[in-house]
C-alpha cells in the first residue's frame, strides 16, 4: 500500500527565515501529489499540487514545491516565513486504489 | 461559494448517547469524504461517497458509525451509541471527482465524556 512519511514532527524557524518541510512517498508510478496547511480549529487548505509536467510547482501564500521522482520527494519550500505560517503541515497523495492518502503531518512554529 | 459547510462546530455528548454529524457539500462536487483526527492516529479515513452512493466504508471503525447521503446536498455521519474513545475532530470533504483536490470543511470537535 502507499504510503506518506513526514519526518520532522515539529519544526521551530524564525520568522524571515527560509523553510523546507520534507515529504516522502512510496508509490511505483508517478504520484499525484498535493500539500495542505492547517490551521488551529480549521479545516485543511490546499497549498499546492502536482500531477505532471515542470516539477517545481508553485502554490498559495508563497509556497512552493519540488517533486523529485530520484529521491521520492515532495517537500515544501517557502524563503521567508511570517509569523501566520504557524500551522501543521500535510503532504498526501492519490492513487485509484486507495484513493487519498495522507502524511502524519509536521506543525510548523515561528518564532517572533 | 460558502465551501463545505458541517455542523455543529462542537459536540459535548455523554456516553451511550447518539450523535449526528452533518455536512454540506460544494455544490457540484460529486465525492465525499468523512475524515477522524486525533492526535494519536492522524487523519483517518471513514468513508467516502461518489455520487451518493458509497465506494469504501472499510474505514468505518465499527456497527456503531454509520454515514448517509441522501442527496447530494447533504451528508451525516452518526455514532450511536457513542464512546469516549469516538472523541476526535470529524471532518467532511468534498471534491468534483477524481484527482481533484479535496475541500475541507471547518469539522466538528465531538466530545464524548
Known sequence: AQSVTQPDIHITVSEGASLEL????????TPYLFWYVQSPGQGLQLLLKYFSG????????????????SQSSF??????????DAAEYFCATYNYGQNFVFGPGTRLSVLP | DAGVIQSPRHEVTEMGQEVTLRCKPISGHNSLFWYRQTMMRGLELLIYFNNNVPIDDSGMPEDRFSAKMPNASFSTLKIQPSEPRDSAVYFCATAVGGISPLHFGNGTRLTVT
Open chain 1, 75 to 84: 517537500n515544501l519550500r517557502k524563503p521567508s516565513v511570517h509569523w501566520s
Open chain 1, 22 to 29: 520534507r515529504c516522502n512517498y512510496s508509490y511505483g508510478a
Open chain 1, 54 to 69: 515542470d516539477t517545481l510547482v508553485q502554490g498559495i501564500k508563497g509556497f512552493e514545491a519540488e517533486f523529485k521522482r
